[in-house]
């Protein structure tokens, strides 16, 4: 069964750090590109980081670059979403996502985890 459990989320006051985690089970993690989104109350889901199948490459969306950080253990099937200088604004729901490509497409999702940076 295809499990993806975030965990990590919380509440933090505004400038403090969070790290999320994201456990997966049931497919072969080292083939799938991961990403973390997240979605606010009245607002759509974004992207806010994504990682290659083995880490050679990131990208971030523009609210996160220079504060967050993706990174991923294969090893222990583990994606991870390092949080820093948190804002108000990044106060939202996150998800786990996790997609192989090309022609043998699958995507997977996580239940997600709150995030609320408030003091």
């Known amino acids: 069964q295809v499990q993806l459990v975030e965990s990590g989320g919380g509440l933090v006051q505004p400038g403090g750090s969070l790290r999320l985690s994201c456990a997966a089970s049931g497919f072969t993690f080292s083939s799938y590109a991961m990403s973390w989104y997240r979605q606010a109350p009245g607002k759509e889901r974004e992207l806010v980081a994504v990682i290659s199948s083995i880490g050679e490459v990131t990208n971030y969306a523009d609210s996160a670059k220079g504060r967050f950080s993706i990174s991923r253990d294969n090893a222990k099937n583990t994606v991870y979403l390092q949080m820093n200088s948190l804002k108000p604004d990044d106060t939202a729901v996150y998800y786990c996502?996790?997609?192989?490509?090309?022609?043998?497409?699958?995507?997977?999702w996580g239940q997600g985890t709150q995030v609320t940076v408030s003091s």
């Open positions: 996502n996790a997609r192989r490509g090309g022609l043998s497409y699958r995507t997977y």
